[in-house]
Nanobody, 126 residues
Framework: EVKLVESGGGLVQPGGSLRLSCAGS????????IGWFRQVPGKERERISC????????HYADSVKGRFTISSDDAKDIVYLQMRSLQSDDTAVYYC???????????????????WGQGTQVTVAS
């Protein structure tokens, strides 16, 4: 059974940093991709970053480029999202997701994400 578990959310002041973790199990991590998404009530879910595990290639949405960094620890089957210079607009529930276990792609940006974690709340406020 594919399982994704996010952690690391919380309350942070504007300008602060947080690191989110996404722990994966039940699939071959190094053959997969992980995407980070966020959603605010009443708005569409936004994909903010992704990483193709096999070659560590990454993509970022313009809204987070230069502030967020995605990385993977293949030995632990964990993907991290380091978030810096957080702003109130970054307040959302953050989810990680993976393509189906049979995915053989090379571009996380083109993957269809079918497996989801439960989400972790990030609140940026003073």
């Amino acid at each position: 059974e594919v399982k994704l578990v996010e952690s690391g959310g919380g309350l942070v002041q504007p300008g602060g940093s947080l690191r989110l973790s996404c722990a994966g199990s039940g699939f071959i991590f190094e053959n997969s991709a992980i995407g980070w998404f966020r959603q605010v009530p009443g708005k569409e879910r936004e994909r903010i970053s992704c990483i193709t595990i096999k070659d560590d290639s990454t993509h970022y949405a313009d809204s987070v480029k230069g502030r967020f960094t995605i990385s993977s620890d293949d030995a632990k089957d964990i993907v991290y999202l380091q978030m810096r210079s957080l702003q109130s607009d970054d307040t959302a529930v953050y989810y990680c997701a993976a393509p189906p276990p049979h995915w053989t792609g090379y571009d996380c940006n083109a993957a269809e994400y079918a497996q989801w974690g439960q989400g972790t709340q990030v609140t940026v406020a003073s």
